[in-house]
């Protein structure tokens, strides 16, 4: 196989633009083809063709490929990435890249490329007692990456008796444990970040993993410290973009490859590639994945990448900024708006009798001075039929006159959509005698409230009065679920919440805020304005599915709490 033929023909056609590629690809290419004119620099093809070559003896870890047996087989632009990375020299014949910035949208089998970079760094590098480590934030994601070296490396010794005499693998089990090679005394593990080795590294080689996930760049800091005793280190970064701009993944490292791509800063140990939409590209246009995905058709398949557009553009905004964030490999704000007015008052609709319906309830409780949302939600008693919301919302009296130029508040009063509740605080017995009245009327079977809250006055007073209670977060991990269940009912028009002016208002001012794990949230702080019935909506929601999947069960029940 002659890489340097399919290096040659890939750079030719970035060039001539007979396959589509993104701006920073272009300019990758660019900067290599430049670099070739450099005399302080030069290329050694026998460096770039030693990895290559070793790359093509290792053999897939998933999927039918692996099923089959299939030796791993770099596309052209994989081809040309390691032909840079392995094959550019310092003028004292030490490798040029010690740090690597790789982006690329998910299913582009990163993880496995990474795999065999650590091997090769472990094997082959000649470096006395090498140290690669894969990296991440934890120990299940740090071992992403080295569990498919393991299984390359297993492979390997099982294939040929020159491995099997090289690689040593400690442990137990198809991927546990580790790998070494004796003959160097090196070894490659994973090291999530809470590790309690961090401070003793003296790292060859580090793989970070996901690196928009971390919230600090204390781990890639760690890693490249310890390096400095070393000849040739390597530093590589993979990652899929992600929702967290103030991150150091997107506001430091990202920010650096794009300026050295540009010519603005000079960084001869840096290499990088981008794979991704550029500005203006419709992403519903399915001839533009592949600048995302530089492997479609072989992974990820053209049939996923549709099926995950159909959802983003039937299923909502959080479904369609996480197809553009993953799937196109698009940096995208952790806070966005949620459900467009239309969409929610095709939700509208005329209430039937409610009275001694089975219901559960939200209660949102807000400051001393502001508004308290109770939201009753009733499901469907039969096929077919809609849920439907019950909103009830609490007031001062002078924060009505202080804030309706916000919201129409003064209006929302006279017409009986908001209570009035106190004078300058909230009468925190108004609501609590309001809400024993609602009682009265309707069958609540609990009521969800924030667990931080579990001993406010209100709480307190509603569960003596023998109204059951279920303790709700409202992080990430409670509210995501239900929040994303919200939507789908939303967008299927199957809710009906008569047409609230409140809670429609109040639908208009919501942004989602999406973690690194792709849960979702309404966020309080970067929302524009009130938002406290459609988050007690939302715990509604929660403790009806809870008590419908029969999660009820926990130390709190002897006291009419429950907890989520």
């Known amino acids: 196989m002659n890489f340097k033929q399919i290096?040659?023909?890939?750079?030719?056609?970035?060039?001539?633009?007979?396959?589509?590629?993104?701006?920073?690809?272009?300019?990758?290419?660019?900067?290599?083809?430049?670099?070739?004119?450099?005399?302080?620099?030069?290329?050694?093809?026998?460096?770039?063709?030693?990895?290559?070559?070793?790359?093509?003896?290792?053999?897939?870890?998933k999927g039918e490929l692996a099923k089959q047996g299939k030796r791993i087989e770099f596309t052209p632009q994989q081809v040309f990435r390691y032909w840079c990375l392995f094959g550019w020299k310092r003028s004292n014949g030490t490798r040029r890249y010690r740090r690597?910035?790789?982006?690329?949208?998910?299913?582009?089998?990163?993880?496995?490329?990474?795999?065999?970079?650590?091997?090769?760094?472990?094997?082959?590098?000649?470096?006395?007692?090498?140290?690669?480590?894969?990296?991440?934030?934890?120990?299940?994601?740090?071992?992403?990456?080295?569990?498919?070296?393991?299984?390359?490396?297993?492979?390997?010794?099982?294939?040929?008796p020159k491995y099997d005499s090289k690689i040593n693998l400690t442990g137990g089990g198809r991927t546990a444990g580790n790998i070494s090679m004796v003959e160097t005394n090196s070894k490659c593990e994973p090291l999530p970040a809470n590790d309690d080795k961090l401070d003793g590294l003296n790292p060859h080689g580090g793989i970070i993993d996901e690196y928009h996930a971390h919230k600090t760049n204390d781990l890639l800091e760690v890693i490249q410290t310890g390096m400095g005793s070393r000849e040739q280190p390597m530093l590589f970064i993979i990652t899929t973009a992600g929702f967290e701009k103030q991150y150091p993944c997107y506001?430091?490292?990202?920010?650096?490859?794009?300026?050295?791509?540009q010519g603005i800063k000079k960084d001869d140990s840096l290499f990088t590639v981008i794979y991704t939409l550029d500005e203006g590209d419709d992403w519903k246009d399915p001839k533009l994945w592949v600048k995302a995905n530089p492997n479609i058709g072989i992974t990820p398949t053209l049939e996923y990448m549709q099926e995950q557009c159909e959802q983003a553009i039937n299923k909502g905004v959080s479904k369609e900024v996480q197809f553009k964030t993953k799937n196109l490999n698009?940096?995208?704000?952790?806070?966005?708006?949620?459900?467009?007015?239309?969409?929610?008052?095709?939700?509208?609709?005329?209430?039937?009798?409610?009275?001694?319906?089975?219901?559960?309830?939200?209660?949102?409780?807000?400051?001393?001075?502001?508004?308290?949302?109770?939201?009753?939600l009733f499901p469907p008693q039969n096929e077919g039929e809609k849920m439907y919301v019950l909103p009830y919302f609490w007031i001062p009296k002078n924060t009505i006159e202080r804030?309706?130029?916000?919201?129409?508040?003064?209006?929302?009063?006279?017409?009986?959509?908001?209570?009035?509740?106190?004078?300058?605080v909230v009468n925190q017995q108004v609501i609590i005698r309001d809400i024993l009245e609602i009682a009265k009327d309707y069958n609540i079977k609990s009521f969800a409230f924030d667990r931080f809250l579990a001993y406010n006055g209100v709480i307190q007073e509603l569960l003596s009065n023998d109204l059951s209670g279920y303790e709700f977060g409202q992080g990430y991990r409670s509210m995501s679920q239900p929040?994303?269940?919200?939507?789908?009912?939303?967008?299927g028009a199957k809710l009906n919440h008569g047409g609230n002016p409140v809670m429609r208002w109040q639908c208009g001012n919501i942004e989602i805020s999406i973690d690194p794990a792709d849960?979702?949230?309404?966020?309080?702080?970067?929302?524009?304005?009130?938002?406290?019935?459609?988050?007690?909506?939302?715990?509604?929601?929660?403790?009806?599915?809870?008590?419908?999947?029969?999660?009820?069960?926990?130390?709190?029940?002897?006291?009419?709490?429950?907890?989520l």
């Open 483 to 491: 929040t994303k269940e919200l939507e789908g009912l939303v967008l």
């Open 519 to 563: 849960n979702i949230k309404m966020d309080k702080g970067k929302s524009r304005e009130k938002i406290d019935g459609m988050v007690a909506l939302v715990m509604a929601l929660g403790c009806w599915k809870a008590f419908d999947d029969g999660e009820t069960t926990s130390v709190y029940d002897e006291r009419g709490i429950r907890s």
């Open 251 to 261: 506001s430091e490292e990202r920010k650096l490859a794009l300026e050295v791509l």
């Open 7 to 61: 290096v040659d023909k890939y750079i030719s056609d970035v060039q001539t633009e007979n396959i589509i590629t993104c701006k920073w690809v272009k300019l990758a290419v660019d900067r290599h083809m430049k670099d070739l004119e450099r005399e302080d620099i030069y290329f050694d093809e026998d460096a770039a063709n030693r990895f290559l070559k070793f790359s093509s003896v290792c053999k897939y870890t």
């Open 100 to 160: 690597v910035y790789f982006e690329v949208a998910r299913k582009n089998g990163k993880s496995e490329e990474a795999a065999v970079v650590s091997l090769y760094l472990t094997l082959f590098d000649k470096e006395e007692g090498a140290e690669v480590y894969t990296a991440a934030t934890t120990m299940g994601q740090a071992r992403i990456v080295h569990d498919a070296a393991m299984v390359m490396a297993r492979k390997l010794k099982n294939d040929s």
């Open 330 to 376: 698009i940096w995208t704000d952790s806070s966005m708006a949620w459900i467009s007015d239309d969409i929610w008052m095709k939700c509208d609709g005329e209430l039937p009798d409610l009275k001694g319906r089975e219901c559960y309830a939200g209660l949102d409780l807000a400051s001393v001075s502001d508004m308290n949302a109770f939201v009753l």
């Open 403 to 424: 804030k309706n130029e916000i919201g129409n508040y003064k209006q929302w009063q006279r017409d009986g959509f908001i209570r009035e509740a106190g004078e300058d």
